[in-house]
């Protein structure tokens, strides 16, 4: 596996308020290797979801540098951000968020033509046969309510590796799933990280059982508490 680092994230610190001053971020030291397949976890209020959010470039740092593919991010304009969020950067999020009038099919190129990318036959393609891996290859005419959750689910996931990212970014991505479900979800994103070789970063409450090769890493109270790569 590359020793690259994909992510490099310096002294990166979150304060909430002007009177009361909270800090929901406290000199967050991390690097994360490309490749690779993390989880971060925590008690709610623990500084996840800030994490994350910084690091995509979706919150602004109140001190501190966050670096992706040698890229320093926190000091672009929100143009810019938006940009290299769209080409390097993939989403799931805990909601779908899926367009209704578009079908499983069109939600998935979406990312492609928010980017001004020609839509050919050749990546239609490419996009149903991602909705085959994926399990969906005989929905993928179908709208988002037409869809199971799991399945809604399953297309968004997709969306967010249509345009090959770097960086598969997931927040609570199981959140509105039963456990069921949760665990397909679970599985169709270990096998897009070992098929595709993108870097997964996931934040979750569910209780995690890592395999080999996975990290681990808990915050608490807006610190990295423990990091483990089993």
């Known amino acids: 596996m590359t020793s690259k680092n994909i992510i490099s994230v310096q002294n990166l610190t ?18 994360i290797k490309e490749g690779t397949f993390n989880w ?13 959010n910084l690091i995509s470039g979706l919150d602004e740092a109140t001190s501190g540098q966050i670096y992706i593919d040698n890229v320093l991010i926190t000091n672009m ?5 938006a940009t290299f969020r769209a080409n390097h950067l993939g989403f799931i999020f805990q909601f779908h968020y899926l367009l209704p009038e578009f079908t499983a099919l069109e939600n998935v190129l979406m990312p492609l033509r928010i980017k001004n990318q020609k839509i050919t036959k050749e990546i239609k393609k490419q996009a149903i046969e991602l909705l085959s891996t994926v399990g969906l290859s005989h929905v993928y005419d179908h709208y988002p309510k037409e869809l199971s959750g799991g399945e809604q689910q399953r297309t968004a996931i997709a969306r967010a590796i249509i345009g090959n990212p770097k960086l ?11 456990s069921i479900n949760a665990n ?47």
Do not use: C, W
């Open 184 to 230: 397909q979800v679970y599985d169709l994103i270990r096998k897009l990280h070992k098929d595709f070789k993108m870097t997964f970063i996931i934040v979750t409450h569910d209780t995690i059982k890592p395999i080999k090769g996975d990290r681990l890493i808990t915050l608490k109270d807006g610190n990295i508490i423990k990091d483990e790569v089993y």
């Open 40 to 52: 971060i976890i925590g008690s709610s209020g623990s500084g996840k979801t800030t994490l994350l």
């Open 77 to 81: 304009n929100e143009k810019d951000k």
């Open 168 to 178: 598969v970014i997931a927040d609570e991505p199981t959140g509105n799933l039963d």
């Open 14 to 31: 979150k304060t909430y308020g002007k009177k009361v001053k909270t800090d929901v971020l406290k000199k967050v030291n991390l690097s």
